[in-house]
Antibody, heavy 126, light 113 residues
Framework: QVQLQESAPGLVKPSQTLSLTCTVSGGSIRSGGYYWTWIRQHPGKGLEWIGYIYYSGSTYYNPSLKSRVTISVDTSKNQFSLRLSSVTAADTAVYYC??????????????????WGQGTLVTVSS | DIVMTQSPDSLAVSLGERATINCKSSQTVLSNSNNKSYLAWYQRKPGQPPELLIFWASTRESGVPDRFSGNGSGTDFTLTISSLQAEDVAVYYCQQYYSTPYTFGQGTKLEIK
């Protein structure tokens, strides 16, 4: 059973860079067929998909955040990370790291985010 | 971006009764290549991260009770809980993974009447 755990920076000042790391246990981040994903939820709002990275390093970012987002992977530590630059109060949210499936086994194909971290609240405030 | 709209925003159902949540996408999420709708449903209980219930609009995730079912195709989808249990109190989200950026509905809060 794979488990994901976000690091916890807690408070970030406006204009600074938010940095989060997700540690994966119980499975290898090198496993093909999974997209290592960041999702956030603003207080009282819905879920927003930030982007993902494949173990090879290929990435996709939400265009609404693309100019400020970098997702990276460290396979030697079984971790992946999120950096969000020039943060404002609008970036205050609970940030989740997650595993999104995209593989087929035999005649069946599997999709959907099947594993999530517990989430970490990041507050942007001076 | 594909906009996902759920209805209702909140729902109160008696224990043992049926609960139905609707999800509509602003454009089709049905693939012509495999005839599958790229739609998932999640359950988020208080203080916990979301949990995958359904993918391909109607395929139950392993371990999900069979009282949960998903239906629909194209742009209109439903999640049905056939007989509501106390542990089903949660917020439910639909998500399309047809095209990036993947997007979620705003959520439907399900409570016990």
């Amino acid at each position: 059973q794979v488990q994901l755990q976000e690091s916890a920076p807690g408070l970030v000042k406006p204009s600074q860079t938010l940095s989060l790391t997700c540690t994966v246990s119980g499975g290898s981040i090198r496993s093909g067929g999974y997209y290592w994903t960041w999702i956030r939820q603003h207080p009282g709002k819905g879920l927003e998909w930030i982007g993902y990275i494949y173990y090879s390093g290929s990435t996709y970012y939400n265009p609404s955040l693309k100019s400020r987002v970098t997702i990276s992977v460290d396979t030697s530590k079984n971790q992946f990370s999120l950096r969000l630059s020039s943060v404002t109060a609008a970036d205050t949210a609970v940030y989740y790291c997650a595993r999104d499936r995209g593989y087929c086994s035999g005649a069946s194909c599997y999709r959907g985010v099947d594993s999530w971290g517990q989430g970490t609240l990041v507050t942007v405030s001076s | 971006d594909i906009v996902m709209t759920q209805s209702p925003d909140s729902l109160a159902v008696s224990l043992g009764e049926r609960a139905t949540i609707n999800c509509k996408s602003s454009q089709t999420v049905l693939s012509n290549s495999n005839n599958k709708s790229y739609l998932a449903w999640y359950q988020r209980k208080p203080g916990q991260p979301p949990e995958l219930l359904i993918f391909w609009a109607s395929t139950r995730e392993s371990g999900v009770p069979d009282r949960f079912s998903g239906n629909g195709s194209g742009t209109d989808f439903t999640l049905t809980i056939s007989s509501l249990q106390a542990e089903d109190v949660a917020v439910y989200y639909c998500q399309q993974y047809y095209s990036t950026p993947y997007t979620f509905g705003q959520g439907t809060k399900l409570e016990i009447k």
